[in-house]
Structures are given as C-alpha cells and as structure tokens.
C-alpha cells in the first residue's frame, strides 16, 4: 500500500491543515498581546509559553498515548488546540491568552507525538524517511502560507476571527482523525509484521516495563539507554538548538545589517521555500542512502552557514548564506522524527519518544537561551556553529546507522519466510 493511501486522510490531511493554523497563530500571536496593550516584553513572554506547554506535556502524553490508542490521541490533541485557539479568541487579557497559549502548546505537542507514534506503529523502518520527510515538507508549507493567510484575516476581519478559525480547523481535523482511523490500528500494540526496531532497541525489548511514575519514567529512560541518548540524543539536542538559533540570528543579523522589514521577510521566505522543497531528497537519502548521511549533510550545511552569516556585509551576501541555511535544514526534514522511530523499542514506544522529543524541544529552549546571555551576535553564531559541528561528529563517529539494521532485520524475515515455505 502507498504512503499516501495509508497516511493521506488519517495523517498528511490533518496535518497539512494544522501545519497553516500553527504558524497563523504563531504569527499573529504577539501582535495580538501587543494590540491588547501589553508591551514587548509580556509578547515574548506570551509566545514562549507555547514553547513550553510543548516541553512538558511530551511525558504526560506519552502516558495518554499508550493508555488510550493512537486515534483518540490525536484527536484530543487536536481537541486541545481547538480549546485553546477559543480561549485565545474570547479573552481580552494578556494573562488569560498566556494561559491559552500554554494550552495549545501543550495540544501541539501531543499532537506531533501521538502523530509519530501512530507512523512508527503503521509504517515498516525501511519507509519512514519517505513517510516523516512528507510531514516536515507540510510542516514548512505551513510556515510559507500560515503567516500570509493570518496576516490577511487579521486585515480582512480582525484578530479575534482568526483565532476563531483556527480553533474550527482544529476540531475539523479532530473529526477527520476519528474517523478515518479505524479501531484495529488505533492501539498502540506494534505489528510484528510492520516493525523493524534497531538492533538496540530489540535487545531491550523483554526487559521490565516502564515505571507508572512519570517523575521516573524520564531518568529510567535515560539511564536504560543512555548509550542512544549520549550519541543520537547529543546529535538530536545539538541539532534542533541549531534551527531555533537559526530562526532568530539570521533575522537579528539582517536587522544589524540595515535591511528592511519587507526585504528581510522576502530573504526568508525564500529560504523557506528551499527548505520546504528539500524533503523529497531528504526522504531519499534517508531511506537509500542511510540517517546518517541525511543528518550528517544537514547539520554540516547549517553549522557552515551560521559560521558564515558573521562574514555577510551585503544584502546580497547576506541571502545567500540564508538559503543555503534553508538548503540545509531541509536536507534533514524529518531527520529526528525517523530516528526517533528508529531506536523507539517495540514496547513502551510512546514513553520513549515522549522523552525523544523532550530532548529536542529542550535543545530547542536552549538557543534563544544562549543568545540571552552572550553579548555579541557574533559570538553567538560562531558558538552555534561550534554546537552544530560538534553534533555532526558525534552523528559520524558514534551514532549506529539505523536504516542497514532495518534492512538487514527485513531482508532477514523475508528469508525465513522462503525458507518455511
């Protein structure tokens, strides 16, 4: 069965339409707290609440996941944002909108980890670079059309419409995953027949279940396969504290340069297009040529360019560094999602990427963080290039190459079949 007939209504539809809600309220999030008077400081403030309803609810969730299945999974998570756009939509209050915005982080992320969970289950290792590529593709397509489409409902009908809008879009989508998944593949029991775990990961497959606590669920998770989370983990933080630093510098850079507004916004949506265009040789490489090759040439090409913005005198100069930026992080779409997958152990699998993804988005919290305490823009980049660089080592020297176990693990199943025939 095809990726897209598979996927397509219970997976890429819902998330093709929460890919443009997301980034729209991403977007006009910040302008909204400032038209309700509140300052820049109380906006910043407001938009990272989102960041961390994602970072704590990775656990709990997980939790969720594999008490109740995947399809009520997503569908609450969908729920969840749905709730929380309302309240965003019918408060006049800073607090109250912080609050809403903590909701639909936390929506968010449930979402994106019930989503990666349901793939791991359904889709064979040997396909999920094609299959989680796709989803960073949409993600991107997001970014590009989102921020246009809020920019112009809030013109057309005012902030309060939008919200509105994309609290509909979230329980349509709700609806859409209900009843497009059926009952027999909603639970969270892995197909033998579908499942091709690392080598690693088999190896841990009979021990202990996980604790009931989620207080020690993180550290037994750690602590039990520490030799992943010390090299693809590193590779995973180092990585997504990169493209948040990306998302920031390159925009404080061409501010200290003296662009414009419109030209700046033009540079990184061009980019982003780039970016969006890469995942379909990101899913090729990830699924021909091997994880560590995609991940590899994605976080080498980023750290080379955030090494290079420093450089940058010109606008000119300055755009081309920023699109091979965007080269480069779309030559990783869907990197840490298929390694996630890849390493998850056939039982507790939504406790581990729970944990999976709370590396990342930490990773993600720490390099505003370290821009926060450095001084200078420039020492900024070149720490985040030195991370970056550090990370790609890491990934070449110490990180298992998934996709050959996966293979090799199929082709093996496929002769023992032959041979009981």
């Not at 929380?84 to 909108?97: C, F, T």
């Amino acid at each position: 069965m095809s990726l897209l007939r598979l996927l397509g209504l219970p997976v890429y539809l819902p998330s093709a339409l929460m890919a443009v809600g997301q980034m729209a309220l991403l977007v006009v999030l910040p302008l909204y707290v400032l038209d309700l008077g509140a300052g820049t400081a109380v906006a910043a403030l407001v938009f990272t609440m989102r960041g961390l309803g994602s970072v704590v609810v990775n656990v709990p969730a997980s939790f969720f996941i594999e008490r109740y299945g995947h399809r009520t999974s997503m569908a609450a998570a969908n729920g969840l944002m749905s709730l929380a756009a309302l309240v965003i939509a019918l408060s006049g209050s800073s607090l109250v909108v912080a609050g809403g915005t903590l909701l639909f982080g936390a929506g968010m992320g449930a979402w994106l980890l019930s989503r990666l969970a349901f793939i791991t289950h359904l889709v064979p290792n040997v396909r999920r670079g094609t299959a989680l590529s796709g989803l960073a593709g949409l993600q991107r397509m997001g970014l590009l059309v989102g921020p246009v489409l809020g920019g112009f409902g809030v013109g057309s009908v005012g902030y309060r419409a939008v919200f509105l809008a994309i609290a509909c879009t979230a329980l349509v989508t709700a609806l859409i995953i209900w009843v497009s998944i059926p009952t027999s593949v909603s639970t969270c029991e892995t197909s033998e027949s579908l499942e091709f775990a690392s080598e690693s990961s088999r190896e841990l497959t009979d021990r202990a279940a996980w604790p009931s606590g989620m207080l020690a669920l993180v550290p037994t998770i750690l602590r039990r396969y520490r030799g992943i989370f010390l090299s693809a983990g590193l590779f995973v933080f180092s990585l997504q504290m990169l493209r948040e630093q990306r998302r920031l510098l390159v925009v404080l850079w061409g501010t200290s340069l003296g662009l414009e507004v419109d030209d700046l916004g033009l540079i990184v949506s061009l980019a982003a297009a780039v970016d969006m265009a890469m995942f379909p040789v990101a899913g090729f490489v990830m699924d021909h040529w091997g994880r560590k090759a995609a991940g590899g040439s994605c976080i080498g090409v980023l750290s080379v360019a955030m090494g290079l913005l420093p450089f940058t005198e010109t606008a000119t100069a300055f755009a081309l560094v920023v699109l091979l930026a965007g080269l480069g992080n779309g030559l990783g779409s869907g990197i840490i999602l298929t390694m996630g997958s890849d390493v998850a152990p056939r039982r507790g699998t939504s406790q581990f990427l729970g944990v999976w993804r709370m590396v990342g988005d930490v990773g993600a919290l720490t390099g505003p963080l370290l821009t926060s305490v450095v001084a200078s823009l420039t020492v900024a980049l070149g720490l985040s290039s030195v991370i970056g660089l550090v990370g790609g080592v890491v990934l070449c020297l110490f990180v298992d190459e998934t996709l050959s176990v996966a293979v090799d693990s199929h082709q093996g199943s496929e002769r023992e079949s032959r041979d009981a025939r």
